[in-house]
């Protein structure tokens, strides 16, 4: 026996109105929840990307730089020896100022070049025309030592709230973080920090790395990494090459 149901037109309606109220108080409550994954208008929240979902054994190498001048130039010529063209480089305003012709060099070697913000703080205790302004600094000052606007961003520290991530995607940039952690800025040993990539390294990674002069193994550990990852058959890649015509993974923020 098949159960026919009947629903009046002004009950349909009823229903309906029911259904997106109860749709509308879940989407605000999963906003609540200070996920960078809930909609909010119609259109999803900026999000910050750790790594790509991707099979193909494509990787990208990141370096920060925010203070020194000893070290930098080492890792560039390293990985010019090594052959690797394609890297994405985290450029700290203040620094970039005192080092022109080092950021001169970078952009010749053809790396791309991200902002790393200008004031090195923790940008999330700072109020909202406070991040703009940090965030407007360094890219008046990249763009103009580069001559081209940087659309990708990694907060100093790494650090970034929800409000953060609003801003910087109003100004037009992706926040980018990482999925495996070098850790060379603990100095925590040569072998250590090789580790900490080859352990964890996958593809689609994201892989964080400093050029700063706190960091005194990187360029000790580098080449390593970059012949043993090679050996498992990955490709170097920019951040943006690996992110295009990908799934994006971001993590929730609160």
């Given at each position: 026996?098949?159960?026919?149901?009947?629903?009046?037109?002004?009950?349909?309606?009823?229903?309906?109105?029911?259904?997106?109220?109860?749709?509308?108080?879940?989407?605000?409550?999963?906003a609540e929840q200070?996920?960078?994954?809930?909609?909010?208008?119609g259109s999803q929240?900026?999000?910050?990307?750790?790594?790509?979902?991707?099979?193909?054994?494509?990787?990208?190498?990141?370096?920060?730089?925010?203070?020194?001048?000893?070290?930098?130039?080492?890792?560039?010529?390293?990985?010019?020896?090594?052959?690797?063209?394609?890297?994405?480089?985290?450029?700290?305003?203040?620094?970039?100022?005192?080092?022109?012709?080092?950021?001169?060099?970078?952009?010749?070697?053809?790396?791309?070049?991200?902002?790393?913000?200008?004031?090195?703080?923790?940008?999330?205790?700072?109020?909202?025309?406070?991040?703009?302004?940090?965030?407007?600094?360094?890219?008046?000052?990249?763009?103009?030592?580069?001559?081209?606007?940087?659309?990708?961003?990694?907060?100093?520290?790494?650090?970034?709230?929800?409000?953060?991530?609003?801003?910087?995607?109003?100004?037009?940039?992706?926040?980018?973080?990482?999925?495996?952690?070098?850790?060379?800025?603990?100095?925590?040993?040569?072998?250590?920090?090789?580790?900490?990539?080859?352990?964890?390294?996958?593809?689609?990674?994201?892989?964080?790395?400093?050029?700063?002069?706190?960091?005194?193994?990187?360029?000790?550990?580098?080449?390593?990494?970059?012949?043993?990852?090679?050996?498992?058959?990955?490709?170097?890649?920019?951040?943006?090459?690996l992110i295009a015509?990908?799934?994006?993974?971001?993590?929730?923020?609160?």
């Amino acid at each position: 026996m098949r159960w026919i149901y009947v629903v009046s037109a002004q009950r349909l309606k009823q229903v309906l109105i029911i259904t997106a109220a109860i749709l509308m108080a879940a989407g605000i409550g999963y906003a609540e929840q200070d996920t960078i994954s809930a909609f909010a208008g119609g259109s999803q929240a900026p999000q910050a990307i750790y790594k790509v979902d991707t099979k193909e054994k494509k990787i990208a190498l990141t370096f920060d730089i925010s203070w020194g001048e000893s070290r930098t130039v080492p890792i560039l010529d390293i990985l010019k020896a090594k052959n690797v063209t394609k890297s994405t480089i985290f450029l700290s305003s203040p620094w970039s100022q005192r080092h022109p012709e080092i950021v001169k060099r970078i952009k010749e070697d053809g790396f791309e070049i991200g902002s790393h913000g200008h004031k090195h703080d923790n940008y999330s205790k700072y109020t909202d025309e406070e991040i703009r302004s940090q965030i407007g600094k360094a890219d008046t000052i990249l763009t103009e030592m580069t001559g081209k606007k940087p659309n990708l961003i990694r907060m100093p520290n790494g650090d970034f709230d929800k409000r953060v991530l609003q801003i910087a995607g109003d100004m037009d940039y992706t926040v980018i973080q990482w999925d495996t952690d070098s850790k060379d800025w603990t100095n925590p040993g040569t072998e250590n920090i090789i580790n900490n990539v080859l352990s964890k390294a996958h593809p689609g990674d994201i892989i964080l790395m400093h050029a700063s002069d706190s960091c005194k193994e990187t360029h000790l550990a580098l080449p390593v990494i970059i012949d043993k990852l090679r050996q498992q058959g990955y490709e170097f890649v920019t951040v943006s090459e690996l992110i295009a015509g990908t799934d994006m993974k971001s993590k929730e923020v609160n």
